[in-house]
């Protein structure tokens, strides 16, 4: 059994990562830290899981106990896995960190987007992006995983089968993307109230939001050279979910479009590309650890629309998170993570 640790289990992926790990056949939580509730049995915060983690209590973070874990997910704000990481990764423990400390290659970019300096520069060269359909043979020898943001994750699995294959002008990448509002964490603000976000729908961070940087990477990654995208995030009604819309110019009108995505994809366990003329809907991957796209070309233009749907909690974060653990341990990259999402 792999020996587990969650530091931050009060929060949304905190308590996802819990829900998904109690199925995985190979896993077992040993420790998870809150120091707001600490004491507090597990199953007393969140009677869902009430039969499955009888015996877990809150503690408060610490190396020592941490230190006795084979992996620990960091399911905290940004920065505090900068605090932490080093040391554990001393102890010889794998860490798997859910926020945004290392997902970005270079330190300064890093810390202009997050209006802080970046903790842990020295630890940047071995930490590898943790999104299994490109690294994934990077992600079997790491000791530090930075898994991918929510809308990182539905953009570039929407849009890299375009740049890797050099059919879509780089320059002109658009992505519209949706959220639901625990994309914005379990604490209380007024944006997320039921009558505040259950009864609108707007855009933000048209300017520049912190995951642009983060999807340009992987994107230039995927292109082999600079890309221009447009990225505008919405906060929708609804508590879970990402859809992205994305636009691209493909001047070929020669090229299968849905053949290339489903050879991309073939392989792929948590990549469903979708029927021809396909919507596909957050709903349909509500707590299931799997992206849905569909590819579109209106009209048979140049401009190709690909939709793009995940939950942010899971495979946009702790089930994206559960399966880099799988890889990285050597499991079956399913383990734990087969069950169909929530509703049709
Ligand atoms: N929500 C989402 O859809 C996604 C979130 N992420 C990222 O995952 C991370 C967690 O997100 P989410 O679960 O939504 O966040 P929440 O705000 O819901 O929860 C944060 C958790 O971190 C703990 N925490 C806060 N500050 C510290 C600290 N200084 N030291 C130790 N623990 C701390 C909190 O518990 P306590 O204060 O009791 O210690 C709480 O359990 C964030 O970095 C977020 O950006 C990534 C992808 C998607
Ligand atoms: C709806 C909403 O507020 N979403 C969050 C992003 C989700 C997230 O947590 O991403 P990181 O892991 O990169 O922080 C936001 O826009 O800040």
């Known amino acids: 059994m792999i020996k587990v640790g969650i530091v931050g289990g009060t929060g949304y992926t905190g308590v996802e990562l819990l829900r998904l790990l109690a199925q995985h056949p190979e896993a077992h939580v040993e420790v998870i830290t809150s120091r707001s509730e600490e004491g507090l049995c597990v199953a007393d915060m969140y009677p869902n899981l009430r039969g499955h983690y009888d015996y877990l209590r809150f503690s408060v973070p610490d190396v020592a106990t941490l230190g006795a874990c084979d992996v620990v ?5 940004h920065g ?23 997902r970005l290659r270079d330190a300064d970019e890093w810390a202009q987007w997050y209006h802080q300096p970046h903790g842990a520069p020295d630890l940047l060269p071995e930490a590898v992006y943790g999104l299994p359909e490109v690294n994934r043979e990077a992600i079997r020898g790491a000791r530090l995983i930075a898994v991918p943001g929510c809308y990182p994750t539905a953009t570039q699995l929407g849009l890299i089968p375009l740049l890797e294959t050099g059919l879509a002008d780089p320059a002109t990448l658009i992505a519209d993307c949706k959220s639901g ?9 007024v944006g997320s109230l039921l009558c505040e976000a259950g009864e609108s729908m707007k855009a933000y961070a048209v300017a520049g939001h912190r995951h642009l940087p983060e999807i340009r990477q992987g994107l230039q990654q995927a292109a082999g050279g600079p890309v221009g995208l447009t990225f505008v995030p919405h906060l929708t009604p609804m508590i879970r979910g990402i859809h992205a819309t994305l636009y691209a110019r493909v001047a070929d009108a020669s090229v299968d479009l849905q053949a290339l995505f489903e050879q991309r ?24 650890n799997v992206c849905r796209i569909a590819v579109h070309r209106p009209q048979g233009g140049d401009l190709v629309v690909v939709l793009s749907v995940i939950d942010n909690l899971t495979k946009g974060a702790s089930g994206q998170a559960v399966q880099n653990m799988n890889i990285l341990f050597g499991l079956d990259e399913r383990a734990g993570l087969q069950q169909p999402a929530l509703l049709p």
């Open 80 to 102: 505090v896995a900068h605090a932490l990481a080093g040391e554990l990764l001393a102890t010889g423990v794998k860490v798997i960190d859910l926020s945004a400390d290392f």
């Open 181 to 189: 509002v625990s994309g914005a964490g379990r604490g209380a603000s």
């Open 73 to 77: 997910f960091f399911a905290t704000p």
């Open 265 to 288: 994809y073939a392989d792929e366990p948590f990549v469903d590309v979708m029927p021809a003329g396909s919507h596909p809907e957050t709903r349909s991957v509500r707590g299931a």
